[in-house]
């Protein structure tokens, strides 16, 4: 049972370089959302999709792009890394229904010098 | 303005004993709260799940309680051990809005169980 696979774990960046982060659920899930968490604070909403080529703004979106091509993939973007955005990222996915949990992948834990 | 607040912030105990952790929020419109066990370097998993018309729901020796009419939840350990050792999140779902972002999340309760 994969679930919520995050690739790559770990990554370190210069600032001013790009990259992105891919998200994989295997639960045939609609609804897909990319967090950021850093120290002394609650996870943070940066992007969300409810489905297969859609995507919506989240709490903190500003310096990312996202995109949903597949059901499966949520891809998050970082187009000209900057310090303030060296957090741990977190991928989730959950089904339609109400009332049911996010599972949430394992992270990746970004560092941009 | 939507907010969780947890308390405490940290809590350190001995193996074996109980604790009960706080979650107040201020969030509306009101669907669910949820707490999640998160452990160091892993995603948040989900523990319990309380709607509006539950007062107390149980998952193994983790009981979380809510009062919709206070806004209060809380989240009672029973019997803890080493392996509960984690930050407990607690996350309040809105009826969702078009447009509005649903869940907000508090900061978390960092516990330590200690031998």
């Known amino acids: 049972n994969a679930g919520v696979t995050q690739t790559p774990k770990f990554r370190v960046l210069k600032t001013g370089q790009s990259m992105t982060l891919l998200c994989a659920q295997d639960?045939?899930?609609?609804?897909m959302y990319w967090y950021r968490q850093d120290p002394g604070m609650g996870l943070r909403l940066i992007h969300y999709?409810?489905?297969?080529?859609?995507?919506a703004k989240g709490e903190v979106p500003d310096g990312y792009n996202v995109s949903r091509l597949k059901k499966q993939n949520f891809l998050l973007g970082l187009e000209s890394a900057a310090p303030s955005q060296t957090s741990v990222y977190f991928c989730?996915?959950?089904?339609?229904?109400?009332?049911?949990?996010?599972?949430f992948g394992d992270g990746t834990r970004l560092s941009i010098l | 303005k939507n907010q969780v607040e947890q308390s405490p912030q940290s809590l350190i105990i001995l193996e074996g004993k109980n604790c009960t952790l706080q979650c107040n929020y201020t969030v509306s419109p009101f669907s669910n709260l949820r707490w999640y066990k998160q452990d160091t370097g892993r995603g948040p998993v989900s523990l319990t799940i309380?709607?509006?018309?539950?007062n107390t729901k149980s998952n193994g020796r983790y009981t979380a309680t809510l009062d919709a009419d206070t806004k209060q939840s809380s989240l009672h350990i029973t019997a803890s051990q080493l392996s509960d050792s984690a930050s407990y999140i607690c996350?309040?779902?809105?009826?969702?809005?078009?447009?509005?972002?649903?869940?907000?999340f508090g900061k978390g309760t960092r516990l330590s169980v200690i031998a």
């Open positions: 989730a996915s959950r089904t339609g229904q109400t009332n049911q949990p996010q599972h």
């Open positions: 999709s409810v489905g297969e080529g859609t995507t």
């Open positions: 996350v309040v779902t809105r009826k969702f809005e078009l447009g509005n972002t649903p869940l907000v």
């Open positions: 639960m045939n899930h609609e609804y």
């Open positions: 309380m709607t509006f018309s539950e």
